[in-house]
């Protein structure tokens, strides 16, 4: 199994960023996934994660501003990332109970 994280980047404070995980070798939908980030010094941070009947559930940082779902294919799972703050800024990593991706950088200057 596999998870490659994408669509990471630099963005201002207010703006957007859409995050994509590709999933090699398992149905997306037939698992929880989940997205973390960490931020330099910190420790690893919870973001969302989407169960199988497709609930979700949300940090309460992100809770209004982020959106986790997955496509009907199950093969990619998304983060969408709106009313970005600098405290944002971390490298997301996308995750099942035993994988985690490679990590994409998101950095939210003021």
């Known amino acids: 199994v596999q998870l490659q994280a994408s669509g990471g980047g630099l963005v201002q404070a207010g703006g957007s960023l859409r995050l994509s995980c590709a999933v090699f070798?398992?149905?997306?939908?037939?698992?929880?996934m989940g997205w973390f980030r960490q931020a330099p010094g910190k420790e690893r941070e919870f973001v969302a994660a989407i169960n199988l009947s497709g609930n979700t559930f949300y940090a309460d940082s992100v809770k209004g501003r982020f959106t986790i779902s997955k496509d009907s294919a199950g093969n990619t799972l998304y983060l969408q990332m709106n009313s970005l703050k600098p405290e944002d800024t971390a490298v997301y990593y996308c995750?099942?109970?035993?994988?985690r991706g490679q990590g994409t950088q998101v950095t939210v200057s003021s």
């Open positions: 995750e099942d109970a035993d994988h």
């Open positions: 070798g398992r149905t997306v939908r037939n698992y929880v």
